[in-house]
């Protein structure tokens, strides 16, 4: 292709050379548009979404320091932002919302979907607590919102086809309640591997946020007579 007959990007204006813009990345073809086009784009969409997704969900279950550290860095685009897995997670429970009203064997009162309150209610007081108990990491509030929110999600997403199986071949709450424990202890876990300390500390501090938790849950359930 001669330089005259470069095509302008239409994101940054450089002129492309081939088929990608050498600065921003685009892909460009001069083919017109076809069903077999758009069957193409549609399948490599999923396929692609497929992979990014089982890769970052990889990397937060193996690896959640670096998945977070990246965010908090000010690195974006390449790993998913917690707003993505926030989204990801709330579409697998609007999903369990289909078989079942509760999740993990816990229903809350509410006027909207009692796994969406599930998931809110869990970030926010998580994230509460983490600022609390890791608060000489020197963090912010926010910082520890994005930390529970991609801890949470991830967590959320591996254990809602658990409550749905629980739900559909168990079909014991209490039994569904003993999987709430491992879920939590897990977020809580995931949390404390961000931070750089000891292992003492981090037992500590892991079992300070989790008798935290359950003692603000336990003391919702007795004022209110109901979660």
């Known amino acids: 292709m001669n330089k005259s ?68 860095k000010g690195y974006r685009g390449f790993y998913y932002s917690p707003g993505k897995f926030f989204t990801i997670g709330s579409l697998l429970l609007l999903l369990h919302y289909l078989f079942a009203n509760d999740f993990l064997g816990i229903i809350v009162t509410s006027t909207i979907s009692s796994q969406f309150v599930i998931l809110l209610f869990n970030i926010f007081l998580l994230t509460f607590l983490s600022y609390l108990v890791y608060f000489k990491q020197k963090k912010n509030f926010h910082e520890h919102l994005v930390l529970n929110i991609y801890n949470v999600s991830i967590w959320t997403i591996i254990f809602v086809p658990i409550s749905i199986m629980l739900n559909a071949f168990v079909g014991d709450n209490f039994i569904e309640q003993a999987f709430f424990l491992p879920y939590h202890l897990l977020i809580i876990i995931w949390n404390s591997k961000v931070f750089e300390i000891s292992r003492l500390k981090r037992f500590s501090f892991v079992s300070l946020n989790l008798i935290l938790f359950y003692g603000i849950i336990f003391l919702l359930i007795f004022t209110f007579g109901e979660f």
């Open 5 to 72: 007959q470069n095509k302008i990007c239409s994101v940054c204006s450089n002129e492309i050379d081939k088929k990608y813009c050498s600065k921003c990345g685009q892909y460009f073809t001069n083919k017109r548009i076809t069903s077999g086009s758009v069957l193409n784009d549609l399948f490599n969409s999923i396929f692609s979404l497929e992979k990014s997704f089982f890769k970052n969900m990889k990397i937060g279950l193996t690896q959640p320091e670096k998945l977070i550290l990246n965010y908090w």
